[in-house]
């Protein structure tokens, strides 16, 4: 069955840092200099990260970072960070982040934490990660805040306080950090930081995934499958897995996979199994390989070139529509 719901993963921190980039670009346009022709150019560059076109965003505003712009150099050290339209390189993403966080750049400042916490170009150091997210988030960084919040759930970097923990990232979400809501929503399912409160738990992730964070769908979906909160539902907690797998979160393809394969919210459907156990597997989830393979020993070989196929789409550039290429189940 779809696994019980984690609150936070260690190495998961770096997940939710990302949340509200987009929107903050977007805000950013109307503070750039928007009636100079240069200016149009790293709107542009703005406009194409938040439409997802990530190569031509690092086209356009890699040369306004090496010239100095704050704002290019913390995006192009994200951009750097992830491998989104570039080869990943983080050793010269930690250069642009540390230069756009010396001039004052608090989301390069957070981000330079994550680096920090997860010892990437750098020698991993909690203490000075929790240093970084603490200069942030007083600052009024939200994804500091949210991200300090969880050094303290994990006791790293500083001595464990789960009231510290839950007092940053509840101010998080009040400046609208979705994830924070979903952390929020884990703590009252696990019962750890905050009471164990199924309802509570249904309310906080029901809002986030509202606002299309991924992880919060998956934690609906599972809400749902348990009847935790709410009355079971087996089809609604395929379709929300289905839909968190879609948007890519890590978790949900493994959830979705065994209803499929068991047929549980619907017919047993082992093309669409083994896809999304593979597109787990793409995800870092290797613990699906025997899942995987189990399934591959029952398909004839046209089914498995259709999965394949269907699966080298996906990992590409369908994601959103992933799976309508199989056939549907008899």
């Known amino acids: 069955m779809p696994e019980k719901s984690q609150a936070v993963p260690r190495r998961d921190i770096h997940r939710f840092y990302q949340n509200g980039l987009r929107a903050f670009l977007t805000a950013f346009i109307l503070l750039t200099h928007s009636g100079m022709a240069q200016a149009q150019d790293y709107n542009d560059g703005v406009d194409a990260f938040n439409r997802g076109d990530y190569g031509t965003a690092y086209e356009i505003l890699e040369p306004y970072a090496d010239t100095g712009h704050t704002q290019a150099q913390s995006v192009i050290g994200l951009l750097l960070f992830e491998g989104w339209g570039v080869e990943p390189d983080h050793d010269r993403a930690f250069g642009y982040l540390s230069t756009a966080s010396e001039k004052g750049n608090t989301r390069a400042t957070n981000n330079l934490g994550v680096m920090y916490n997860m010892g990437l170009a750098v020698a991993e150091d909690d203490a000075e990660a929790v240093r970084l997210f603490r200069l942030a988030a007083d600052a009024g960084n939200a994804a500091a805040m949210e991200n300090l919040g969880l050094m303290y759930y994990r006791g790293e970097g500083v001595e464990r306080d789960m009231a510290e923990a839950v007092r940053l990232i509840r101010a998080a979400a009040e400046r609208g950090k979705t994830g924070s809501y979903d952390l929020l929503a884990r703590f009252h399912y696990q019962g750890d930081a905050l009471p164990l409160d199924h309802a509570k738990a249904l309310e906080y992730a029901s809002f986030a995934a509202d606002q299309m964070y991924p992880p919060a769908i998956h934690m609906l979906g599972i809400l749902y499958y348990r009847g935790h909160g709410v009355e079971a539902d087996l089809v609604k907690a395929r379709a929300l897995f289905l839909k968190a797998a879609r948007w890519a ?82």
């Not at 070139?305 to 199989?326: I, M, P, S």
Request: aromatic residues 4%; negative net charge.
């Open 249 to 330: 979160d890590k978790d949900a393809p493994r959830s979705l996979g065994i209803m499929y394969e068991q047929g549980q919210g619907g017919p047993v459907d082992l093309p669409r199994a083994l896809l999304w156990y593979e597109l787990g597997r793409d995800r870092g989830r290797s613990d699906l390989q025997p899942h995987a393979e189990k399934i591959r020993g029952s398909l004839a070989p046209s089914t498995l070139a259709q999965v394949d196929a269907e699966f080298e789409r996906c990992r590409t550039v369908h994601l959103l529509d992933c799976g309508k290429n199989l056939p549907s189940p008899d």
